[in-house]
């Protein structure tokens, strides 16, 4: 063992510091109501139908592409219309359908940031450069926003809103890695986590067979990871019984947090559509007022990332091994601190990616990445449902930017209720984290099914004013029905992911997380833009989400939770780091 204080049969850990765990926990929380803003306001209801604007000011319709898309009269929303004109835009020698410039952009975004992510996994792994990584994303992000601002769609120069729309969701998207880095050691370091932990300890101080079995792990870096290796825990009763309180404990803490960062940032999300419905409302939807409501989300971003950048732990609350918001493996050496270089963690990130992807890798930890295939295609699916869905109540339902506002308003509204109904649900009915999981994504699955139901010659008649996805009343209900399930997604999907993860590594396995994450889905975007430049009708793209989504269901009911969790643990403590 290189360092004897990390001999867990003779360690007092440190005492439980209420001040300071609340102040990490607000500055965590803070950053959460700031930045899932821009996701609720702009990433999946404004920027979208923004971007689609712009190119629609600047755009010809078919087929003689000499008309004006902005002379064009709008058609009553009924049923789907075939004889609708199609807006096309020309960039370099492409001719690109309005709807479609907006999912590439978005496309080439989330690709954009999956680059950055996995480059900056290794530096948000280092606690002191977490949170300056954190803020200068949030900057990089929340900057770009409010440049939407300044530059009007009638601009000769309007392409630079694709640049500005990137680096907002690069920064954004990249933002959310270092933050989510933080919850497993904000779990760890909670009061009734750090109790039962001593309590764990404290057994195996009293049973010595039980800590001898594994006190041999020389390698571990982590304070718990040798405590919560099946091992530790199979020679007594006592030790196995507080093994699993421990678990649950810690287990039920992380999905807490994540949950009410969820509920925070959407009710934060909410004040400002409705901030956001006035000026839409008084400027009948236009795109000035679009860009007014991406700037208002920018600017709230980086209002209220000032408290996350007081509260978060910092390098000197980062350093050492006594800090309450630290695990014992996040400490830094200060051989690290001496030695440490950006660019050579960028390129050791791309290196420890390559690794990581062998399938040698893969086999150790083998639940780990049989979730992540399946949040794949969840997190892409879950995504691609939200901006197709409004994209074709834009341009096939005809449904003016206000009634957009509202359903972006109901959707988070219902994704509250959902978030902290769930948890609820569960305990009534004791179900694990897993088939919580498996339940939400079937209902989810539910929504694009329901619009292919728009092919049905029934819904093809005027005479039918319901049913399919046909007419915009049903865009409200299914919201509401859609908010409900995508909250409690999220909370449980994040958590779930945290028990997988090989501690002391949060940032580099979130950053792969991220990859595949609702900011960082690129390929349902960029095929649901295909499909609707080759059909010209968007609601073809139902059929591949439904497809999507239920290609996940036997992958993710293939995960063993309590073998990935102990696979995770075991990595650390055998030194791959």
Same mark, same amino acid.
């Given at each position: 063992? /290189?360092?004897?204080?990390?001999?867990?049969?003779?360690?007092? *850990?440190?005492?439980?510091?209420?001040?300071?765990?609340?102040?990490?926990?607000?500055?965590?929380?803070?950053?959460?109501?700031?930045?899932?803003?821009?996701?609720?306001?702009?990433?999946?209801?404004?920027?979208?139908?923004?971007?689609?604007?712009?190119?629609?000011? &600047?755009?010809?319709?078919?087929?003689?592409? /000499?008309?004006?898309?902005?002379?064009?009269?709008?058609?009553?929303?009924?049923?789907?219309?075939?004889?609708?004109?199609?807006?096309?835009?020309?960039?370099?020698?492409?001719?690109?359908?309005?709807?479609?410039?907006?999912?590439?952009?978005?496309?080439?975004?989330?690709?954009?940031?999956?680059?950055?992510?996995?480059?900056?996994?290794?530096?948000?792994?280092?606690?002191?450069?977490?949170?300056?990584?954190?803020?200068?994303?949030?900057?990089?992000?929340?900057?770009?926003?409010?440049?939407?601002?300044?530059?009007?769609?009638?601009?000769?120069?309007?392409?630079?809103?694709?640049?500005?729309?990137?680096?907002? +969701?690069?920064?954004?998207g990249a933002s959310i890695v270092a933050l989510n880095a933080y919850i497993p050691t904000l779990a760890h370091s909670s009061q009734e986590v750090v109790t039962a932990r001593a309590e764990l300890v404290e057994l195996q101080r009293s049973y010595p067979h039980a800590a001898d079995e594994h006190t041999d792990s020389e390698h571990a870096s982590e304070s718990d990871a040798p405590?919560?290796?099946?091992?530790?825990?199979?020679?007594?009763?006592?030790?196995?019984?507080?093994?699993?309180?421990?678990?649950?404990?810690? =287990?039920?803490?992380?999905? %807490? @947090?994540?949950?009410?960062?969820?509920?925070?940032?959407?009710?934060?999300?909410?004040?400002?559509?409705?901030?956001?419905?006035?000026?839409?409302?008084?400027?009948?939807?236009?795109?000035?007022?679009?860009?007014?409501?991406?700037?208002?989300?920018?600017?709230?971003?980086?209002?209220?990332?000032?408290?996350?950048?007081?509260?978060?732990?910092?390098?000197?609350?980062?350093?050492?091994?006594?800090?309450?918001?630290?695990?014992?493996?996040?400490?830094?050496?200060? !051989?690290?601190?001496? +030695?440490?270089?950006?660019?050579?963690?960028?390129?050791?990130?791309?290196?420890?990616?390559?690794?990581?992807?062998?399938?040698?890798?893969?086999?150790?930890?083998? &639940?780990?990445?049989?979730?992540?295939?399946?949040?794949?295609?969840?997190?892409?699916?879950? /995504?691609?449902?939200?901006?197709?869905?409004?994209?074709?109540?834009? /341009?096939?339902?005809?449904?003016?930017?206000?009634?957009?506002?509202?359903?972006?308003?109901?959707?988070?509204?219902?994704? @509250?209720?959902?978030?902290?109904?769930?948890?609820?649900?569960?305990?009534?009915?004791?179900?694990? &984290?897993?088939?919580?999981?498996?339940?939400?994504?079937?209902?989810?699955?539910?929504?694009?099914?329901?619009?292919?139901?728009?092919?049905?010659?029934?819904?093809? %008649?005027?005479?039918?004013?319901?049913?399919?996805?046909?007419?915009?009343?049903?865009?409200?209900?299914?919201?509401?029905? *859609?908010?409900?399930?995508?909250?409690?997604?999220?909370?449980?999907?994040?958590?779930?992911?945290?028990?997988?993860?090989?501690?002391?590594?949060?940032?580099?396995?979130?950053?792969?997380? =991220?990859?595949?994450?609702?900011?960082? =889905?690129?390929?349902?975007?960029? @095929?649901?833009?295909?499909?609707?430049?080759?059909?010209?009708?968007?609601?073809?793209?139902?059929?591949?989400?439904?497809?999507?989504?239920?290609?996940?269901?036997?992958?993710?009911?293939?995960? +063993?939770? !309590?073998?990935? %969790?102990?696979?995770?643990?075991?990595?650390?403590?055998?030194?791959?780091?």
């Amino acid at each position: 063992m /290189t360092d004897a204080s990390l001999d867990y049969g003779d360690i007092d *850990f440190p005492k439980f510091d209420k001040q300071k765990y609340h102040r990490h926990l607000r500055g965590w929380f803070s950053y959460a109501f700031a930045s899932e803003v821009f996701v609720i306001v702009s990433l999946t209801l404004f920027l979208p139908i923004c971007l689609e604007q712009f190119a629609r000011d &600047n755009g010809y319709l078919l087929p003689d592409k /000499t008309e004006p898309c902005s002379t064009a009269v709008v058609l009553p929303a009924a049923n789907d219309s075939e004889g609708d004109a199609r807006c096309v835009v020309k960039l370099g020698w492409l001719w690109i359908d309005s709807a479609s410039f907006s999912l590439y952009v978005y496309s080439t975004s989330v690709a954009l940031q999956a680059l950055t992510v996995i480059s900056m996994g290794g530096i948000a792994d280092h606690p002191p450069h977490r949170k300056l990584l954190l803020l200068t994303f949030a900057a990089l992000g929340s900057f770009s926003a409010i440049l939407f601002l300044l530059l009007p769609s009638s601009s000769p120069v309007w392409p630079l809103v694709a640049p500005l729309a990137i680096f907002a +969701n690069v920064g954004f998207g990249a933002s959310i890695v270092a933050l989510n880095a933080y919850i497993p050691t904000l779990a760890h370091s909670s009061q009734e986590v750090v109790t039962a932990r001593a309590e764990l300890v404290e057994l195996q101080r009293s049973y010595p067979h039980a800590a001898d079995e594994h006190t041999d792990s020389e390698h571990a870096s982590e304070s718990d990871a040798p405590l919560l290796g099946s091992e530790a825990h199979s020679s007594h009763p006592a030790v196995s019984t507080a093994k699993e309180k421990h678990d649950k404990l810690l =287990s039920a803490t992380t999905s %807490r @947090i994540s949950s009410q960062g969820i509920a925070l940032g959407y009710a934060a999300g909410i004040v400002m559509l409705l901030l956001a419905l006035i000026p839409v409302r008084a400027m009948k939807g236009s795109t000035d007022s679009l860009r007014l409501a991406v700037g208002l989300s920018g600017i709230w971003w980086a209002l209220f990332s000032l408290p996350a950048a007081a509260w978060l732990p910092g390098a000197s609350a980062m350093t050492h091994a006594g800090a309450v918001a630290v695990e014992e493996g996040e400490v830094a050496k200060p !051989e690290d601190d001496t +030695n440490w270089s950006m660019w050579r963690e960028i390129v050791r990130a791309w290196k420890r990616l390559g690794q990581m992807l062998r399938w040698r890798e893969i086999k150790r930890l083998r &639940n780990t990445f049989v979730y992540l295939a399946a949040w794949f295609l969840l997190s892409d699916g879950f /995504t691609t449902i939200t901006s197709t869905a409004l994209l074709f109540a834009k /341009t096939t339902l005809h449904m003016p930017a206000s009634s957009l506002i509202v359903i972006g308003a109901l959707t988070p509204t219902a994704g @509250i209720l959902g978030s902290l109904a769930w948890p609820v649900i569960q305990r009534r009915l004791g179900w694990s &984290n897993l088939r919580v999981l498996v339940v939400l994504v079937v209902m989810a699955s539910a929504i694009p099914a329901y619009g292919c139901l728009g092919f049905l010659p029934v819904f093809q %008649r005027s005479s039918v004013k319901f049913g399919g996805l046909t007419t915009p009343g049903e865009m409200y209900v299914l919201a509401v029905y *859609f908010g409900s399930v995508y909250g409690a997604f999220q909370g449980y999907a994040r958590a779930f992911y945290a028990e997988f993860i090989p501690p002391g590594e949060e940032a580099r396995w979130y950053g792969l997380f =991220s990859i595949t994450d609702k900011s960082s =889905s690129f390929v349902g975007p960029l @095929i649901v833009g295909l499909i609707a430049d080759t059909t010209g009708n968007i609601r073809y793209a139902f059929f591949f989400l439904v497809f999507m989504i239920w290609s996940a269901v036997p992958i993710l009911m293939s995960v +063993n939770v !309590e073998r990935g %969790r102990d696979d995770a643990q075991r990595y650390t403590a055998s030194g791959q780091r």
